[in-house]
Structure formats: structure tokens, C-alpha cells
């Protein structure tokens, strides 16, 4: 059975830091793109972030620069490092797990807040 089990987020002040993980289980991480979503109130879901099985990157423009994603594959789990947080990247965080154009998995989220 497939799962991703998004944790790290929380309420941080802007300017802040967070480094969410997304664990992966049920199938062969390494063979598969990865990327982390997130959703705001009133808003639809927007990429954030995504790394290929071989590892390369890319970003949403709104978080080039301040986010980072990386992959462990001995330890099948995804890394999205989030420095310099504002208000507006206040969402909820999914993880996804890329299958087809048309399909994948995704994570439960885990609520990112930055607020002072």
C-alpha cells in the first residue's frame, strides 16, 4: 500500500525557517519524480516544487531562491527546506508522487503557518 506521511510544518515568524519531510512506503522511491504542493484558503493547489528520480529540480517562481528539495532514497523520503518564509507561503503542504500525466499519490499535507 502506498503512503506519503508529510511532517515538519508548524508556525514559524516571517523570516523563518522549516524543513518539511515527506515519507514515502509501498513502492520503489527511487524510480519516481517527487514534489511537494501546497494549497491556501480560497486557493487552488500549486506546485511548489519538484525533483526528478535523477535528481534534478525545479521551482515555482514565487519560492526560487528560498526553498530547496532534495531526496534520500536509502531513506525514501523527500526534503522541501523552506528559508526566508512570508505570510503568502502560508498553506497546506502535500506531498506527491508523480505516476502519469493523469495520476499519482498524495500525502495527507501538513499546515505550514507564518504569522508573527
Known amino acids: 500500500q502506498v503512503q506519503l506521511v508529510e511532517s515538519g510544518g508548524g508556525l514559524v515568524q516571517p523570516g523563518g525557517s522549516l524543513r518539511l519531510s515527506c515519507a514515502a512506503s509501498?513502492?520503489?522511491?527511487?524510480?519516481?519524480?517527487m514534489s511537494w504542493y501546497r494549497q491556501a484558503p480560497g486557493k487552488e493547489r500549486e506546485l511548489v516544487a519538484a525533483?526528478?528520480?535523477?535528481?534534478?529540480?525545479n521551482y515555482a517562481d514565487s519560492v526560487k531562491g528560498r526553498f530547496t528539495i532534495a531526496r534520500d532514497n536509502a531513506k525514501n523520503t523527500v526534503y522541501l527546506q523552506m528559508n526566508s518564509l512570508k505570510p503568502e507561503d502560508t498553506a497546506v503542504y502535500y506531498c506527491y508522487r508523480r505516476i502519469s500525466t493523469m495520476s499519482g499519490s498524495w500525502g495527507q499535507g501538513t499546515q505550514v503557518t507564518v504569522s508573527s
Open positions: 525533483i526528478s528520480s535523477a535528481g534534478s529540480t
Open positions: 509501498g513502492f520503489t522511491f527511487s524510480n519516481y519524480r
